[in-house]
């Protein structure tokens, strides 16, 4: 019955192919169809039912040779006198760019030999050597947002794709274009590994933001939100600190104080803001002092602890209110407000001390920037920046 039914079937089809191929018998079938296409219809359904009959593929797709922009539309010949003046990574960008430009300046582009001085060590040493190798490498690299970045031909090439990608990222650390998943901390007693590209300060700020903060994922956000593309999807992976094991967060006090973390970006920057609470059961000096180390804010008031000097006396005679003004940081673009709360219930003696800190991360257009890396630097030679108090929280609220 099966062999009857298929053979049938094969029949009919052959009819059908039969009738396309006689244009007077299918005006006959089908007049509304012949009138509105005389030509065009007809051949495409002889090729579809013919392809069919045969098991044919479908054909490629025809090149061509004239784009829909301005520069793809050009000669041959001008488009590629306009390649020798460029450098070999933008020509082999431009060439992805259509089909069109893709035929014209055929694959001897895209063939360059591309050397780095900084490969030349793979072959003998380790992967651990190598990837130090290229991170004091890029370090060395004078870096200015206004201008290109001054990376070998082959990296080039790669920081020129992944500005047009929303999912990958060109990272500075290993030179390849990855997802900024690969650079969560993933392992707590080691920094960084060969398969898993960490940050190589992501243990740092990690330790006080969550694994998933990093300048990957940060880069990401801003790559999304310079291309029109919502950002918030990777600014909510980026403040994600509800996932924590509870290894981390008990181990950690920067993580235990946490208490909310939010990233906005506004005027092609990047800004943070975060909470953290202690509890304190009297006002007592050395008692505040002891509570105010856990309340991270930066490396620079964390490391010289003024709050256990200046602020802290401050604050024990502060009425439960918040702090009059925004205390800055002299070192980066941090701010931060205190507000002592008193306790609820009247028979109980635990104060609250909440600390709020707006942080200013810049554009993230390179690990290296002053306003990314300030925010890691414990060093007593660092650069001193100034900016109007409140200038972050209002930036902020206002995103």
Not at 101 to 127: M, N, Q, V
Not at 169 to 190: E, N, T
Not at 214 to 240: C, N, V, W
Not at 286 to 302: D, E, K, M, R
Request: net charge positive; charged share 25%; proline share 6%.
């Amino acid at each position: 019955m099966l062999i009857i039914n298929s053979e049938s079937r094969r029949l009919q089809v052959h009819d059908m192919a039969r009738n396309i191929s006689n244009p007077n018998t299918f005006e006959l079938s089908c007049p509304h169809q012949a009138r509105q296409h005389p030509s065009t219809s007809l051949q495409k359904r002889y090729r579809q039912i013919n392809r069919k009959i045969r098991g044919q593929p479908k054909p490629f797709t025809r090149i061509e040779l004239v784009g829909n922009g301005a520069l793809s539309s050009l000669p041959a010949e001008i488009l590629q006198k306009v390649a020798k003046y460029l450098p070999s990574s933008s020509v082999a960008v431009l060439s992805l760019a259509s089909k069109a430009i893709r035929y014209k300046l055929g694959a001897k582009y895209l063939r360059t030999e591309i050397k780095e001085p900084i490969d030349s060590c793979i072959s003998y040493a380790s992967p651990l050597q190598y990837l130090i190798t290229v991170y004091w490498a890029y370090q060395r690299i004078s870096w200015n947002h206004h201008e290109p970045p001054k990376l070998p031909e082959l990296k080039m090439f790669l920081f020129l794709l992944a500005r047009d990608s929303s999912s990958k990222i060109f990272c500075f650390r290993c030179g390849y274009l990855h997802s900024p998943k690969r650079s969560d901390q993933v392992q707590r007693w080691w920094p960084w590994s060969w398969k898993n590209c960490l940050t190589f300060n992501g243990s740092i700020i990690q330790m006080y933001y969550g694994r998933h903060f990093h300048f990957e994922g940060a880069q990401l956000a801003m790559q999304q939100y310079r291309r029109g593309i919502s950002p918030k999807k990777e600014l909510r992976r980026l403040t994600d600190h509800n996932r924590i094991s509870e290894l981390d967060s008990s181990s950690n006090s920067g993580l235990r104080t946490l208490r909310s973390l939010d990233a906005r970006i506004a005027r092609n920057r990047l800004y943070v803001r975060v909470v953290r609470e202690a509890y304190v059961s009297d006002l007592s000096e050395n008692v505040v002092s002891a509570s105010i180390g856990q309340l991270y804010v930066c490396p620079h008031l964390t490391g010289r602890d003024p709050l256990s000097c200046r602020l802290v006396k401050s604050w024990v005679y502060m009425d439960f209110c918040k702090s009059p003004a925004d205390y800055q940081c002299a070192f980066c673009r941090t701010e931060m407000q205190v507000e002592i709360k008193a306790p609820k219930r009247l028979l109980a003696k635990r104060y609250s001390i909440i600390v709020r800190v707006w942080q200013d991360f810049g554009t993230l257009y390179h690990p290296a920037d002053l306003d990314w890396y300030s925010h890691l630097d414990t060093f007593e030679s660092s650069t001193p920046v100034e900016f109007p108090a409140g200038d972050i929280r209002k930036s902020f609220e206002y995103a």
